[in-house]
């Protein structure tokens, strides 16, 4: 059974940066796409990065310039590195498989960006 526990949100002001980490047990994550999603209040949970297997990855253009998506198969983790963040960025995190799998959702991290 794979479990997922994202870490890492917190508030911050316009412009500054967090890292999202999300650790992976169950299985190597070195098999499987991967992707961060997030959702706002009131909104749908929405894929803004993914990075395959063979380390390739896509952003939805919102964010493409200001997250980074990466994994480090030894410690079994993907992270998101979000530079220059905007009060739009602001939404609860989630990682996930992608195509993401109902039943591997966590409880995801809480981004805040407002001065």
């Known amino acids: 059974q794979v479990q997922l526990v994202e870490s890492g949100g917190g508030l911050v002001q316009p412009g500054g940066s967090l890292r999202l980490s999300c650790a992976v047990s169950?299985?190597?994550?070195?098999?499987?796409?991967m992707g961060w999603y997030r959702q706002a209040p009131g909104k749908g949970r929405d894929l803004v990065a993914s990075i395959t297997s063979m380390l390739r990855t896509n952003y939805v253009d919102s964010v493409k310039g200001r997250f980074t998506i990466s994994r480090d198969n030894a410690k079994n983790t993907v992270y998101l590195q979000m530079n220059s963040l905007k009060p739009e960025d602001t939404a609860v995190y989630y990682c996930n498989l992608n195509p993401y799998v109902r039943e591997y959702w966590g409880q995801g991290t809480q981004v805040t960006v407002s001065s």
């Open positions: 169950g299985s190597p994550v070195r098999i499987y796409a």
